[in-house]
């Protein structure tokens, strides 16, 4: 099976053969669709997939070239669709591809020259928004799949690539050759360097206050060393949080303040980390879903998955591991005591228990502070439905792998013609939930994509520069409609200002998204961020490039 282009795009695994042994009734026979779709990019663009489909025990393999074959009408028959991982990053659905999204991905390039005509590849197309009052602008590109990005000063950001494990660095506009910094990472599938955030802090009296950087990755001892032969024996390190101290030119003094188990499976890893308000460092980690590779889905047990915790809502399961939560942290790594008289742990006091904000998190790619109330807002990928948008008060628990969106995880057949579409099954406070002790409560989402998206990252825009109506909004963006999206929230800042077909909390379908839909065509945005001058910027995963959203 050819993996050109050396970057896998992606893969993804559904657990539900897992779940559906532990959960549901009178399951005799555990059907498994796990499809993983492998695309490399090359220098001409995506150039193959691999994509394995496993259903009902037998096992059919697909080789595809890539975006240029018409696998979407090839490879998805109509009655039967298919879950994937597109950017090696995100849960996507195939089927809700839309067809912007099949002349984007035919055009998607590696390393597109915008100023060079004779170059034989499509161009890229820029994105655009919605408002005619604003417009998109390019600020840099040749980056090799950004995840997520930071400013460390005005006009002076640092952005993280995949893959690559480097720490780029965009001044004025002008992408620095030489990266800051270049970490060996594990980088298979949803591993990589994943997060990144700035604070200026007091950490120490005497030396007054710095600039510090934080910095999420899968550590290894070289890149792309990902190598896991069983479910105890991995060769990446960890899921690590590393402090630097920035200088201005330089990333120095690396501690490390939080190592979190990574594998068997390479998929889950969350990765975003914000540095909240309070000064503490909040990281959303995936469940570590170890389904992700048909070995493991058919030679493991529920039991020996990553997935059979307590943190995944198994109250028999095992005990947490750092994984299927958002974690929040001192910067020396300290759990916040937001607990009882201020003395534990929100959830307990023994590690890592202590250091769970929030539990039942299947995986996520979003985490922002709202400027006026503080509050903590997440957003969450479901398998196949349900990707969610939650405000995450201390304790919260998600609710995965119990329920997803408004939907319950109980179903045998775990990709149904019918996916995304559980009609009256709709569940308000779910059974057989882990409360810690009653430490832990469960909430239902303030938004929910029945179908999911594929959403990605989430910000708030603090100014008013782009107009005072999107002043202190909520921005998203997703993966399948490539998509921006302007959320807007109610006065007392505890919900979302949604009203229509919307009042509901659920977009049943695209259709319903229309009115909150911002921009699109970013190439996969996987960061967005309000910069210093108080516009959006937007990085793209696929295209490579950083945009930023600036009034007319
Ligand atoms: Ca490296
Ligand atoms: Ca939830
Ligand atoms: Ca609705």
């Not at 720490?167 to 002008?174: A, M, Q, S, T």
């Not at 990252?457 to 998509?483: H, P, R, V």
């Amino acid at each position: 099976m050819a993996i050109s282009g050396g970057f896998i795009i992606g893969a993804i695994s559904n657990k539900k053969c897992l779940v559906d042994k532990k959960i549901a009734d009178n399951v005799t026979l555990c059907n498994i669709i796990s499809i993983t779709l492998i695309a490399g990019i090359g220098i001409i663009g995506f150039t193959s997939i691999l994509m394995l489909i496993s259903a009902n025990t037998s096992e059919v393999f697909f080789e595809l070239s890539a975006f240029e074959s018409n696998y979407l009408t090839s490879y998805t028959a109509p009655d039967r669709e298919t879950t994937l991982i597109g950017t090696g990053l995100i849960d996507v659905r195939l089927n809700f591809i839309n067809e912007d999204r099949k002349a984007y991905a035919q055009t998607a390039n590696e390393s597109v020259d915008h100023t060079d005509s004779n170059l034989n590849v499509p161009q890229i197309p820029m994105p655009n928004v919605t408002d005619p009052n604003l417009k998109v602008e390019l600020v840099a590109s040749d980056l090799k799949y950004p995840t997520t990005m930071a400013f460390v000063g005005k006009d002076d950001l640092l952005v993280l690539e995949k893959n690559n494990g480097t720490i780029k660095r965009i001044v004025n506009g002008n992408l620095l050759d030489e990266p800051i910094l270049d970490l060996n990472v594990a980088n298979k599938i949803e591993r990589g360097l994943l997060g990144i955030d700035v604070a200026r802090q007091t950490l120490d009296n005497a030396t007054g206050e710095k600039t510090y950087v934080y910095v999420y990755y899968t550590q290894a001892i070289k890149d792309g060393d990902d190598m896991c032969s069983t479910f105890t024996l991995c060769n990446p390190l960890g899921n690590r949080i590393y402090r630097f101290e920035w200088t201005g030119n330089e990333l120095i003094n690396p501690n490390l303040i939080l190592d979190l188990p990574v594998g068997p499976g390479a998929d889950h890893n969350g990765g975003v980390i914000k540095v909240g308000p309070d000064g503490n460092i909040y990281a959303l980690v995936g469940d570590g879903d170890s389904c992700w590779e048909d070995k493991y889905c058919s030679t493991s047990t529920y039991e020996d998955s990553v997935v059979n915790a307590e943190s995944s809502n198994v109250p028999t399961g095992n005990p947490p591991d750092g994984r299927g939560g958002i974690l929040s942290i001192s910067p020396f790594g300290e759990p916040m005591l937001g607990g009882e008289n201020k003395t534990t742990g929100i959830l307990a006091d023994h590690s890592p228990l202590n250091k769970y904000f929030a539990y039942g998190v299947r995986n996520g790619f979003g985490l922002a502070f709202d400027p006026i109330s503080n509050k903590l807002w997440d957003s969450e990928n479901g398998p196949g439905y349900g990707d969610e948008i939650n405000i995450v008060e201390p304790g919260f628990n998600s609710g995965w792998l119990r329920v997803m969106g408004w939907w319950p995880v109980e179903n045998a057949q775990p990709l149904p013609p019918e996916r995304g579409y559980f009609g009256s099954k709709m569940v308000t406070i779910p059974n057989n939930l882990e409360t810690f002790a009653d430490k832990g409560r469960y909430s239902s989402p303030e938004f929910a994509w029945n179908m999911s998206v594929g959403v990605t990252a989430l910000e708030f825009l603090k100014n008013d520069t782009l107009g005072s109506q999107y002043q202190n909004d909520l921005f998203a963006a997703d993966y399948n409609n490539d998509y921006l999206y302007n959320f807007k929230l109610n006065e007392d800042r505890n919900r979302l200002d949604l009203d229509g077909v919307l009042a509901d909390k659920v977009a049943n379908n695209n259709a319903e998204l229309d009115d909150l839909v911002f921009g699109q065509g970013f190439g996969i945005a996987t960061d967005i961020r309000e910069g210093p001058d108080g516009y959006l910027y937007v990085l793209s995963h696929i295209h490579g490039n950083l945009y930023r959203i600036v009034p007319k």
